[in-house]
């Protein structure tokens, strides 16, 4: 069982930087694949990030390639989204999410974390 809170959201300006924050429980945690989806007003959820449990593979949706990175702190169990250069429809709920299966598409993760808003003005 995996326990995730995020932080750091907040309302930015377009081409500015957030850094959001995950915070795990378990002690299994080094085992999971874990990412981050988002969902904006109106539309469903979708996938942004992954990252392997040794924080070697990532996996981004193209909207957000070469903006974005996600990266983890396994000793801490941290979960980072590091968002570059954001636009208006970055805009969104960002969940924590974190599955015991390798990733693969269509990523399909086991536990969420309750969202944190980030909102990107023009």
């Known amino acids: 069982q995996v326990h995730l809170v995020e932080s750091g959201g907040g309302l930015v300006q377009a081409g500015g930087s957030l850094r959001l924050s995950c915070a795990a429980s378990g002690r299994t945690f080094t085992y999971y694949t874990v990412g981050w989806f988002r969902q904006a007003p109106g539309k469903e959820r979708e996938f942004v990030a992954a990252?392997?449990?040794?924080?070697?593979?990532?996996y981004y949706v193209d909207s957000v390639k070469g903006r974005f990175t996600v990266f983890r702190d396994n000793p801490l169990n941290m979960v980072y989204l590091r968002m570059n250069s954001l636009k208006p429809e970055d805009t969104a709920i960002y969940y924590c999410?974190?599955?015991?299966?390798?990733?693969?598409?269509?990523?399909?993760?086991?536990?969420w974390g309750q969202g944190t808003q980030v909102t990107v003005s023009s």
């Open positions: 999410a974190a599955s015991r299966r390798d990733y693969f598409a269509p990523w399909k993760p086991d536990y």
């Open positions: 990252l392997s449990n040794d924080g070697i593979n990532t």
